[in-house]
């Protein structure tokens, strides 16, 4: 096999001579045609690992000075175009190389010299900006990256915002609530100090030919907006003089954003064997921009119905094993504002379930839960009530609650909400779970319909019929109480958190029950005797089930 | 003096006051090199924009087959239905997008008046709409688009009838009237936003275009430049007739709406506010008319150009407090209607010229072709420069794999 393949190798008419190799990879130079100078590059050598056979991939390198020149090289030089499909694709190794082949001069090469390649820089224009900020990178650099709250909007606007001295980092955004949150969140006791924020739309994304190179650039392409004219912020924006605040102007694409810092700001000093250097920068510096925008970072831009939860304001009763989480994955799905209520403190028996840990032992635990999912979601504002349901409705009211979520289990709090519902129209949501969490269940129940119809329907719901040996309640005087799983309870966080967001979403126009229902070998792990009710009996083979029903 | 000559006139005075362009300097001094250079640049970047007859005979071959399943799907009369090229497509302006994302095509699909009801516009409209039901068509302003998923084009299908035939039906009311000029080629297309017909003239106005563009301006001989006769003399085959850069109308055109679309790109005005196509054409075509009426002559291609491209921008009519761009072969109809409403359109078309009279200044003024090559990318988003096409027997022939082998998914969602 091998022997066929060294002399595939030695007859290949596009493979050249082999090069010498230190770290025991095969190179091998491949042939080129005659290129125009706009389009020339020196070399590509065919680089194979010394375990080809069993585990590497071969791969094409190009001169290091490609990158950015040419789309697909790396800044190493090695092209990123695929092409060998590696040892477990099931090819031998001349196929593979073939491949390999195949995709340099067919998808790389040939349209390369044609110009059928040139528009690829903007597909990729992310990777090829931050290699291009790589590039630049120093030390010395007042500012590395820049971190934006906001929303591309359709006009440019310029702005004070906040830069962190040491991380050397900017949060901008003109959404001071959420920038404040961002702030809390990032900052990690660090200076702060004011910089100087433009941020300017454009239509694409900017490709590294016509990246701005000088600060002329820059001004060109915002003196063209008709904000800017006579403009008095844009006036101070374009003294170069500035020394008292760094000057960044941010150009937003659809999808990304380009940075860059202007020359002047406040000098840097940097201490290097006793002596003092401060250094102020005179450079156009390019920088990267993340994201930290809600439509990037609760769906990637590809969920829009995140969007308008943000003006949500949720109702969570009951943070424990089941609300914990549940809060948490709201305020990761976009949902502005979350109250929780519960007058229980964090104690040591919750741990493996909650999603609070040691450091919270003996402390409220909407307190903890609250400062963690602050910290971690700057888009949700938690807000913590530290008493019951009851005591909390003697001083608050439903009327800016948009969705009610019931997490506790106890009848008294589904009683006392139902009647509230009758004068505050609001979306409620029940959700609880077996024990050992055989099963879970939700019930979503939009304006208009209630819990009670006679009695409390919670036990008719149910999908296990349970002996009476098996406590179905957290007894307050036994700690003898069945425990469970955290990641057996995860699945009835998915489910209760999907129906949270269907009402917040407003998809539930009638009253229905959703349920998770593991199947009857996970019953019998836990009690020999225990069996599902006739509506709720899972096949058997099948580990489980989720079935939606009419309420 | 014709209307176009004055205007021209007025256009040239206009210049003479303005003190930024430089432009105009390439003109009146002796830069031949830097003539010729830009010649060379610029003939090979239309040859990289300009899209390939073989997708326009493409797009041909579409709409005679759309027609004639509208035709047995409407149980019309052969020959009821005649397919008409219209806006670049038939003006030889059209161009590949910088990104090589789909572009439009656009034809009028004139129906016999005499198979469908003329008194209601909508109706018509619906009808032809209806039975492209299987190519899904997507409603506009006066078409219907429908996409091929393997193809690089748009069509735009706008239904169309004679003009004539319209307003032979009393009572019936037709925006617009046509232009003195080709008003025998005038067309009734349905203005959906008003619901009522309106007058177009796209063959009208694509003679107009080819009729200007044979007029003769320039007399330049590539033995006037060394560097040029060879340059011409390289690319085969050349028609003997042939001189760079001769269709020079057009290839201004190409020229132009390349730049408007990178200037989009790099930031320099956006996407919502760009300046149409057709008041790009329109303002250069009207210039080479009064430039042609004015009996000008010009000795080399790129000071034509450099003409046209200086005074387009100074072709815009101020008709009282509003722009006009009048259509020269629909009476009545202004491509700038849109700039009196919103301003912004009038503040960005000015951006954009500014913008190419700089950057055609710039790459005049480099020197090195290193930098030139550079500036020429930036600008166009090409070079123009194209290799040979890939050769066949690279080798890679032999041990074609006989199965299709994948690299497996390497990453699961975690």
């Not at chain 1, 304001?313 to 549940?326: C, E, F, R, W, Y």
């Not at chain 1, 999912?373 to 001083?395: A, E, F, G, M, T």
């Not at chain 2, 299987?134 to 219907?144: A, F, G, L, T």
Request: hydrophobic share 35%.
């Amino acid at each position: 096999m091998l022997l066929d393949f060294d002399a595939y190798l030695a007859k290949h008419k596009c493979i050249r001579k082999e090069l010498p190799s230190s770290n025991g990879t095969r190179r091998f130079e491949l042939k080129l045609e005659k290129m125009i100078p706009e389009r020339k590059f020196d070399f590509a050598i065919l680089e194979i690992p010394s375990d080809f056979a069993n585990s590497e991939v071969a791969k094409i390198r190009l001169p290091k000075n490609c990158a950015l020149n040419i789309p697909h090289v790396e800044s190493d030089g090695l092209l990123c175009i695929g092409g060998d499909p590696g040892p477990s694709s099931g090819a031998s190794l001349i196929p593979r190389l073939y491949l390999l082949l195949d995709s340099f001069y067919y998808k790389f090469y040939y349209p390369w010299l044609n110009g059928d390649l040139d528009a690829d820089f903007e597909k990729e224009a992310m990777n090829y900006w931050s290699l291009h900020c790589n590039n630049i990178l120093t030390s010395l650099q007042p500012i590395k990256k820049i971190y934006t709250v906001d929303n591309r909007t359709g006009s440019p606007v310029i702005y004070k915002s906040t830069f962190f001295d040491n991380d050397k980092i900017v949060i901008a955004g003109k959404d001071s609530k959420l920038r404040e949150r961002y702030i809390a969140s990032l900052g990690k006791g660090d200076t702060v100090r004011n910089v100087l924020v433009a941020e300017v739309p454009i239509s694409y994304p900017f490709t590294p030919i016509n990246y701005p190179k000088h600060e002329d650039d820059i001004y060109r392409l915002l003196k063209s907006r008709k904000e800017f004219d006579n403009n008095r912020d844009f006036k101070k924006l374009k003294v170069n003089t500035h020394r008292k605040n760094h000057r960044i102007v941010i150009f937003k694409a659809p999808g990304c954003s380009f940075g860059y810092l202007l020359p002047g700001g406040p000098p840097v000093t940097k201490t290097k064997n006793r002596s003092t250097q401060s250094t102020s920068n005179n450079k156009l510096i390019p920088l990267k921009v993340e994201r930290l925008d809600l439509s990037w970072i609760t769906g990637r831009d590809q969920l829009p119905e995140h969007i308008p939860r943000q003006n949500t304001h949720v109702l969570v009763i009951g943070v424990g094993a089941l609300g914990s989480p549940v809060v948490e994955q709201l305020a990761k799905s976009g949902v502005g504002k979350i109250s929780i209520v519960d007058y229980d403190n964090f104690n040591a028996a919750n741990m493996s379930r909650h999603s609070l840990g040691a450091d919270s032992i003996g402390i409220s635990k909407v307190k903890a839960l609250s400062t963690l999912v602050n910290i971690r979601s700057p888009s949700c504002s938690v807000i913590p009530y530290n008493q019951s349901i009851r005591s909390w409705l003697d001083k608050y009211s439903l009327d800016d609650i948009d969705v009610i979520i019931d997490l506790t289990g106890e009848p008294e709090v589904r009683l006392l909400i139902d009647n509230q519902r009758r004068y505050f129209m609001k979306p409620f949501l029940i959700s609880w779970m077996e024990p050992y969490v055989t099963a879970a269940h939700a019930c979503l129940l939009p304006i208009g319909s209630f819990w009670l119809e006679g009695a409390d329907r919670l036990e008719s719901l149910q999908a296990v019929e349970w002996p009476d040996n098996v406590y179905q309640r957290e007894p307050s005087c036994s700690s003898q109480f069945q425990s469970y799983t955290s990641s057996a309870a995860l699945y009835s966080v998915g489910l209760t958190t999907e129906a949270a967001l269907d009402l917040i979403d407003g998809n539930i126009d009638k009253p229905i029950v959703r349920h998770w229902i593991r199947g009857k070998d996970f019953l019998d792990e836990f009690h020999p005797e225990l069996k599902h009710r006739d509506w709720a009996t899972v096949e058997s083979g099948q580990k489980g089930m989720m079935i939606e029903r009419e309420l | 003096m014709s209307k176009y000559q004055i205007l021209v006139e007025q256009a040239k005075n206009k210049r003479a006051l303005q003190t930024e362009s430089k432009l105009y300097q390439y003109l009146t001094e002796d830069h031949q090199n830097e003539l010729d250079a830009l010649a060379i640049d610029l003939s090979a970047i239309n040859n990289h924009i300009k899209v390939d007859d073989e997708i326009l005979n493409d797009a041909v071959i579409d709409y005679g087959l759309i027609s004639k399943k509208l035709i047995k799907k409407l149980s019309w009369p052969d020959e009821s239905i005649h397919i008409l090229p219209q806006g670049s497509s038939s003006t030889k302006t059209l161009i590949n997008s910088p990104d090589s994302s789909k572009f439009d095509i656009d034809a009028v699909c004139i129906v016999d008046a005499s198979v469908i009801d003329v008194t209601d516009p909508m109706k018509f409209y619906e009808l032809i709409g209806d039975a492209l039901e299987e190519w899904k068509p997507i409603p506009k302003k006066r078409c219907w688009t429908i996409t091929f998923s393997d193809r690089r084009y748009y069509l735009d299908f706008t239904p169309s009838t004679q003009l004539d035939k319209v307003r032979e039906v009393a009572e019936t009311y037709v925006q617009y009237e046509p232009g003195h000029k080709y008003s025998e080629k005038a067309l009734a297309v349905v203005d959906t936003p008003t619901e009522k017909w309106k007058t177009s003239n796209p063959e009208g106005f694509s003679d107009w275009i080819t009729n200007q563009s044979e007029r003769l301006l320039l007399q330049w001989r590539s033995e006037d430049s060394t560097a040029l006769k060879e340059f011409s003399e390289s690319i085969t085959p050349v028609p003997d007739q042939e001189v760079l850069l001769s269709d020079t109308l057009r290839i201004a055109i190409r020229l132009l709406k390349r730049h408007r679309d990178m200037s989009v790109k790099r930031g320099i005005i956006q996407s919502e506010l760009k300046p149409i196509s057709i008041i790009i054409v329109t303002l250069l075509t009207k210039c080479y008319e009064g430039l042609a009426d004015m009996s000008e002559v010009y000795t080399h291609p790129i000071k034509l150009l450099i003409d046209l491209v200086d005074l387009m921008p100074h072709m815009l009519e101020e008709r009282g407090n509003d722009y006009w761009v009048s259509n020269p072969t629909v009476s009545g109809e202004n491509f700038s209607e849109k700039w009196n409403t919103n301003s912004d359109l009038k503040r960005e078309f000015d951006t954009w010229t500014r913008q190419v009279k700089s950057d055609l200044v710039d790459i005049m003024d480099i020197t090195d072709d290193a930098d030139r090559s550079i500036k020429i990318k930036q600008v166009f988003g090409c070079t123009g420069a194209k290799a040979t096409d890939p050769p066949t027997g690279s080798g890679l022939t032999d041990n074609k794999p006989d199965k299709l082998y994948k690299a497996p998914a390497t990453k699961g969602l975690a």
